[in-house]
């Protein structure tokens, strides 16, 4: 199973951009990409975005197009995610996801990353 | 989007069954995946494809799929059980997962 750590807790003013990244244990011969889900205090699960990373396509939540951007580093088994114009409804913990070949589900999850927004 | 309903909050003792069930419009026919999360932990896969489980997951743990509802099963429940749960289907217009709001479970 693919292991995800994640990077550390952010802090951030309205308006600013956090950059959070994932480390993949390895990338096996049935990963397809990898998924972005948040989880804002309190509430459900939110799909953000995926990124194939055999061939960089992405996907975005509508709620979020045109702010997020994901991106992979195949060398260092990475994936980022960029989300700009933050705001105080974008304060949420942040999971990274690993998607398999064929698969619907996400069968690994990071441990999660806290940005907070606060002026 | 497809729309996923879940109660908000199941109860059940130790010892008997605990049944969380996901409503979705012909549910049936897509494949449902179920999530454990427990305070302060990232959400763990407990059932893929309707009912198969990882490996790692007890077999108290099953799921069924038919109609409009799907359903997470915990048999002989344990307080280790308690936690939040997440139903999940690919919506294929979107081309993306879709979650359920979550249920609570609770281990009287």
């Known amino acids: 199973q693919v292991q995800l750590v994640q990077s550390g807790d952010e802090v951030k003013i309205p308006g600013a951009s956090v950059k959070v990244s994932c480390r993949a244990s390895t990338f096996t011969s049935v990963t397809y990409g990898f998924h972005w889900v948040r989880q804002a205090p309190g509430q459900g699960l939110e799909w953000m975005g995926w990124i194939n990373s055999r061939n960089g396509h992405t996907n975005y939540a509508h709620n979020v197009q045109g702010r997020l951007t994901l991106t992979t580093d195949a060398s260092t088994r990475t994936v980022y995610m960029q989300l700009t114009g933050l705001r105080s409804d974008d304060t949420a913990i942040y999971y990274c996801?690993?998607?398999?070949?064929?698969?619907?589900?996400?069968?690994?999850w990071g441990q999660g990353t806290l940005v907070t927004v606060s002026s | 989007s497809y729309v996923l309903t879940q109660p908000p909050s199941v109860s059940e003792a130790p010892g008997k069954t605990a049944t969380i069930t996901c409503g979705g419009d012909?549910?049936?026919?897509?494949?449902v995946h179920w999530y454990q999360q427990k305070p302060g932990q990232a959400p763990l896969l407990v059932i893929f494809s309707d009912g198969d489980r990882p490996s790692g997951i007890p077999e108290r743990f099953s799921g069924s799929n038919s109609g409009n509802t799907a359903t997470l099963i915990i048999r002989r429940v344990e307080a280790g059980d308690e936690a939040d749960y997440y139903c999940?289907?690919?919506?294929?217009?979107?081309?993306?997962?879709?979650f359920g709001g979550g249920t609570k479970l609770t281990v009287l």
């Open positions: 996801t690993h998607w398999g070949e064929g698969d619907s589900f996400l069968d690994s």
């Open positions: 999940q289907v690919w919506d294929s217009s979107g081309d993306h997962p879709v």
């Open positions: 012909n549910i049936g026919i897509k494949s």
